[in-house]
């Protein structure tokens, strides 16, 4: 229990359920002086929030934070920072079918024999919607990042079931309901969701994240490596499977000799690692790839039982995603954002000014 | 900082370097009243120890543990256990040559700009010989589990290289050096190896992770999920740069109507999620697979350059794994039954259900 | 940083500025399936509330605590739970005087240089307003620990400068705005309160706190005993500076022949301990003494320095308590209730011997 | 459970039995580049051992420390530094008489409740042996701070049974037993003790603790209060019953008038404080004070229960302090310092260089 919170010198603690009369956060450890753009704040939020496209769920909410502490002035104090938003398109007369049955594929039976007790309605506390409090404590981590290290924190869809992204184009990804660097592909992915629609069901997804200029030097052996609260960060979004930095699973049939980055005078002639070595981030670009499961939530039957071990046949009513993953990729750059701004608080920490002379190296090492 | 560290009520913390007197750890929050048997521990010591096979690095290290604390008349108290292995067999002259340059692909260099001091010896605190604390407090979790739910925590080599296990015999995995458990694979794996050695390279690997017989219930919502601990625990372990859960990247490409498992009165009708909904286990076995890179300590010359940002060429002497993926089979198993240690303790605490039964000596006592 | 949270395992991080549009918090780990009674915390907020007596600062607020998660159908879910009050009395402009000068005393000062920054309004952070939200978690933790342990956390004034409560009559204190439990001293309290706002100053005060009916067994060896944890939360209420366990600082001069109370078949014959006997609850009552300060708000001019570093004249205007002591009862309260529902939950994690019964449904979903 | 630590950014974690093979522990989070003075460290083992003088217990110990990690050529490196005492005098046989029975004031009954199961040679882990760990910890943080800020954390007996200090003479501290800083009351503390020994009682005692030259700013709101930390730490230690920061429990009586410190521009004209100011440091001395309850190990015979519940009467036998108080000296000290370091630290972590221009006033705020 008490598993709510997230990072240690920047710790993001959230509550709220899908249907209760709001969501929200505290962000504690925000460093003072950081001039906040809400205006910034907002835009993230409206990128993941819902009803949005065709191809999300249509459910609509206005998604406003309200930002209720911690910044005086519009600048940040150093003190906790209260973050409030408002269910305000709730319905959960359509969640009443479900009361005394669980969805195949969701929380519904393990929270029911966790807690043996479990609101029913949307998903409760299981729900995404839990999301958009971390992508508003993500995108004040971001503003930080760049403002004082030239951090950028961006993601995108490379792969939404079949279909692939073959170019990485940044300017292409906010252009288009995929958030798919890959213009050419547009029409395939449209194509293939109007069918996934038709048919009632969903898919899965690949998500990749990027984080450029970040130092060299954050991350904590041996059990706080960077990588390691990556994964976890990660892996605690809804419908997440799976982890990879840098090279990922490919290096299972890598050599030494192929996959160990050279280091240069003027930098790494690679990036087969990811941006970290040992655990500690190396200044070259942290590259992070995870998998979405598709949504159990279709209109497709599905066997389940109910509360007393009967047998009962789904069908998911209300309003779902047809892809969660395409709407992870704001959510993903938030929690890199969140561990990274932890990981340099935790650097900070420790930072010996007697003796860390940084050497000129260091300037070099950025490459990759 | 202040990273050596992992788990919440079961908690181990580290410390030791490859070439100093000793390495060792503090297992804390060992419920009281198990009986440990110091042999099984010692046995996953063995399993993991280097210096067993041809195919893992030639030092040779006793690896016995010693058990300072915590541990009354073989009884578990409560109290902390102090763990002790001394280092015998370290050989710090073979890395003098190492001391003002960056061994490519490996932490070297991160270390050196985070700490602005280094270790050199043996790869220091980064070392893989780290690990070994880490097997010893893992046997002791893996006993408490199997006692108290018959939890089964198993790992073996899924593939190596080019060369992928495609049967699953759990009793074959004990009886080679690569702990496969496809017998008819122990050929290619013996050739490719001898190969690899000749050519003074090395490559990377595949480790499944099964627990078996796991209660309902364990995972805390949302942050701290069983499968984001899973992940930390995993990417915490050297050389892993890829995690996934039940079908991991398989889900980009499954609809949601293949991937949900259906439950029926007798139990799921498969495991796609691998064991684990909303991030708290769901009784059927949860599965992990894990890749290791290739360890950038080869005979082949590589590119890199010293600490004052000078070109040199590195060959990697000493002794090392060409596959250090084999040994980090007892690894997994340590780091997922520490996980779940961890978990069974938090999901412990916040049941209400059952009632405290202190014993009759608990009453007399309540004078004052 | 990130200091905001105090317990581990019953968790309150809390936000919020004295003039800010709302202060508040999130329980995380309380157990499921408490019946909450919003009464009793409401009443706790009340008994707490600024305006209710003359002897208190004049600001009125509601206090209305919010609960806007974490609670289904007036049952606790185990979710996290998030509380909200909203400021309504807040008069900015009574602090502008103060933005560039540190009231001797105050926090001012230090929240300066800390963060360079500060929300002088109120003392921003620094109020005590912030301890409206430890109320109402601390009315959570009280419920639970009265439904399941009859556990009663009852606090009073036990001494207001010069006057010292010399009866310990429990039906007294709440009818009384000193909270006081000796009826005889009320007179004398009301005439010194009355010259001492006459005279523009303030006192300090003692507040003692009990809890009964404590099971045996609550407390972590060996830094996270009870006695240190409930220092900790003691200590972490505004203007304390003292506190005690059991006997308290009488212990300087006692002998052990006085002090170890002894064990009988039917209890212990005394208490000097405090019920705390190695950090670890002993089922005798848990006795805490604390000391509040005078407050440094006071009409009596004072000398100080703006953030110039030249001297000023302070005299403090706005509205204020001249013993913050008499309303710092239910915080005391609040914050015994919170550690010991800390420590309860702890202690039940490493319970070994109580078999886990999960429920008959749990059996059938163990497939796959 | 898991309670085996202390401080977050610099924590120390303790194993280790009174009669085990030795005690130890873990400093997670020494930054690199500290030149250690061993001998510094091993001298503050010397003066908290056992058997230096005929006041204290007569087991004979060497208690020298081995660091087995985390400094390279006198260096400390970033990593966990392990430390290892091994215990030498353990005589068992003392203790068998007390297998069955709770010694009355001791944790005995409160551990058999807890866990079960007891080690009961010596108090096992409920033993003051613990603290030697902590000495050496401790003695690192002095070290840092020392060196780092000129911060002198010291400590001296105030009070022992009746015989009160009234001369503050740092210089006498260490030149006699008692660490007392008032020549004039060697003589009566010498006869007091003499008659106790004679009696076969023990007695209480107060320690202060104070540290210079903290700068202006540690300590994070609203729990993680300086103040708050260091009545944990204190709190923490055996024997320990209560605690004061400035001017403690006498702020009861005192008025807002007269408590609080007038700030000039050449600094503090008081110190009631104590060093802090709303949970933060103020650049003033930080003033610490606890009371030490007299040990229960004396030879006056005490009525007890067995593990049965049956009526026992008890005599402590075995090697015992009369005035536990006195040794506690050193151990207070460290204490002070570990709390100083982890907050020292932990602001580090925020520092936020586009803002801290550290204004000159902090220099004149120094005053004491």
């Excluded at 008490?2 to 925000?30: K, Q, Y």
């Excluded at 807690?115 to 981590?141: K, Q």
């Excluded at 403002?147 to 300017?171: H, I, M, N, S």
Aim: net charge negative; with cysteine; proline share 4%.
């Amino acid at each position: 229990m008490a598993g709510n919170s997230i990072g240690d010198l920047f710790r993001l603690t959230t509550f709220g359920e899908s249907h209760g009369p709001a969501i929200g956060g505290i962000v504690d450890g925000c460093p003072p002086g950081l001039v906040l753009d809400l205006e910034a704040i907002q835009h993230d939020l409206d990128r993941r929030k819902p009803g949005t496209s065709r191809y999300t769920t249509q459910r609509r909410e206005d998604d406003v934070v309200k930002i209720l502490s911690g910044v005086f002035e519009g600048v940040t104090t150093g003190c906790s920072i209260g973050l409030l938003i408002e269910n305000t398109d709730q319905r959960s007369q359509d969640y009443s079918a479900i009361k005394d049955v669980f969805r195949p594929g969701h929380a519904d039976y393990t929270y029911w024999h966790k807690h043996g007790i479990r609101d029913y309605r949307g998903g409760g506390r299981s729900s995404a919607r839990e999301t958009a409090v971390r992508v508003a404590a993500g995108a004040i981590a971001k503003q930080y990042l760049k403002q004082r290290f030239g951090v950028e924190v961006r993601a995108y869809l490379a792969q939404l079931g079949p279909v692939t992204a073959e170019k990485l184009d940044w300017d292409q990804v906010e252009k288009n309901d995929f958030f798919c660097p890959d213009v050419d592909k547009l029409e395939a992915l449209d194509a293939f969701m109007r069918d996934l629609k038709k048919a009632g069901d969903s898919v899965g997804a690949r998500i990749n994240v990027v984080a450029s200029n970040v130092p060299v030097g954050w991350g904590e052996p041996v059990f706080d490596r960077l990588d390691a609260d990556i994964a976890h960060a990660m892996m605690s979004i809804n419908a997440v499977k799976a982890v990879e930095i840098g090279d990922g699973f490919a290096v299972v049939e890598q050599q030494g000799s192929t996959h160990r980055d050279a280091l240069t005078p003027t930098g790494f002639t690679a990036n087969h690692a990811g941006g970290i070595l040992g655990g500690i981030s190396s200044g070259q670009d942290i590259r992070v790839s995870i998998a979405l499961k598709p949504t159990s939530s279709i209109s497709i039957p599905g066997a389940s039982i109910n509360t007393s071990g009967e047998p009962v046949e789904m069908i998911t009513k209300g309003r779902h995603d047809p892809c969660v993953g395409i709407r992870a990729v704001p959510i993903a750059e938030a929690m890199l954002a969140i561990v990274l701004m932890d990981h340099f608080l935790r650097h900070q920490a420790q930072n010996h000014q007697v003796s860390v002379t940084t050497p000129d190296i260091a300037r070099i090492g950025r490459g990759g």
